[in-house]
């Protein structure tokens, strides 16, 4: 995998600043109830910037708002690149964050352990 950008950095920077209702939920969540995990927010990958990264088992969590809906063909190639990495894409639609945080934050940290060798 290459390094990110100088560019990639800095707009990761402001994405932390300027994160969205269901991501501050979910970031909330995996930050406060995450013990077993570790996961960084906003984090540059390559060219791109995964919403959320836990590096212990290469989990790359993307919440999908409504925008989403319009760029499946954009959103399955960077899938395909991040599992190229090595990575295992997981994601989580914002309706379901917003409707229930704990559980989707139930439901990232059993995709974490369901790829934990331990």
């Known amino acids: 995998m290459r390094a990110a950008s100088s560019t990639t950095l800095a707009r990761a ?3 932390r600043k300027a994160m969205s209702l269901p ?3 979910l970031w909330r969540g995996l930050r ?3 013990g077993e995990f570790v996961f960084r927010r906003q984090h540059p990958f390559g060219a791109y910037i995964l919403d959320f990264y836990c590096p212990a088992v290469r989990l790359a969590v993307e919440v999908d708002g409504a925008s989403h809906e319009f760029t ?5 190639r960077r899938d395909a690149w991040v ?3 090595g990575v ?3 994601r989580i639609a914002a309706r379901t964050v917003l ?6 934050v139930d439901a990232v940290l059993q995709e974490a352990r369901a790829r934990s060798p331990n």
């Open 88 to 90: 295992g894409p997981f």
């Open 32 to 34: 406060g109830r995450g």
């Open 23 to 25: 991501e501050v939920l």
């Open 83 to 85: 599992l190229s990495q």
């Open 13 to 15: 920077r402001r994405m």
């Open 99 to 104: 409707a229930d945080p704990d559980l989707a």
């Open 72 to 76: 499946v063909a954009r959103d399955d």
